[in-house]
């Protein structure tokens, strides 16, 4: 199956700083890429979903500002925590959609567990 | 509306023994996938087994296979000769168009 890579895999920032989590198809073109949430024993939450070169698609409740989502090639889309607050705490995960001879199933990167002081 | 139900929130097999985890869903398309991932300890999401609406032919993988009635809309996943490795949380999933949607996971152990 295709790969992606997501990293860090993990990442402990202090309050107020900004946090980028790298999401990269490795052997195929991602036509989609989306970004989820998944707090501890739940399932996963969609943020927002990407187009390569285009603006993403957020979900309701989902702070634009603060989760700023860039899907700048084929290959690689950044997830941008801003001005990271505890709250913000969680284990994040990308995934992207493929042309061509895969049928349909979402590609999931390892995931990256943020932890803000 | 899309909607995912796993009805199952944790359940417990014996090593080697069979389980089946129940799904169902909700769409008015005529045309959609549908997926079953694992998400084991390591918290990476890993395919299944996938069906696709059209297809009648009930989807297999080893030791993995569904049960899929379309006009019911339930997607069940039979685990044969269930090992260790298997205790994950499992997500049945629904693909619309270019939108996914996720039941709320189905805890899965396998006891030795």
């Known amino acids: 199956g295709a790969v992606v890579s997501q990293h860090p895999s993990w990442v402990i920032c202090k309050s107020g700083t900004s946090v980028k989590i790298e999401c990269r198809s490795l052997d195929f073109q991602a036509t989609t890429m989306f970004w989820y949430r998944q707090f501890p024993k739940q399932s996963l939450m969609l943020m927002a979903t990407?187009?390569?070169?285009?603006?993403?698609?957020?979900e309701q409740g989902v702070e634009k500002d603060k989760f700023l989502i860039n899907h700048a090639s084929l290959t690689l889309s950044t997830l941008t925590v801003t001005s990271a607050h505890p709250e913000d705490s969680s284990f994040y995960i990308c995934?992207?959609?493929?042309?061509?001879?895969?049928?349909?199933?979402?590609?999931f990167g390892e995931g990256s567990r943020l932890t803000v002081l | 509306a899309q909607t995912v139900t796993q009805s199952q929130p944790e359940m417990s097999v014996q090593e080697a023994e069979t389980v089946t985890l129940s799904c169902t869903y909700d769409t008015s398309e005529s045309n959609y996938y549908l997926f079953w991932y694992k998400q084991p300890p390591s918290r990476q999401m890993i395919l299944v087994i996938r069906q696709e609406a059209y297809k009648q032919q009930n989807a297999t993988e080893n030791r993995f296979s569904v049960n899929f009635q379309k006009a019911a809309k339930s997607f069940s996943l039979k685990i044969s000769d269930s090992q260790l490795g298997d205790t994950a949380m499992y997500f049945c999933v629904l693909r619309n168009f270019n939108k996914f949607y996720f039941g709320s996971g189905t805890k899965l152990n396998v006891k030795p």
């Open positions: 990407s187009n390569e070169g285009s603006k993403a698609t957020y």
């Open positions: 995934s992207a959609t493929a042309q061509g001879k895969y049928t349909g199933e979402l590609f």
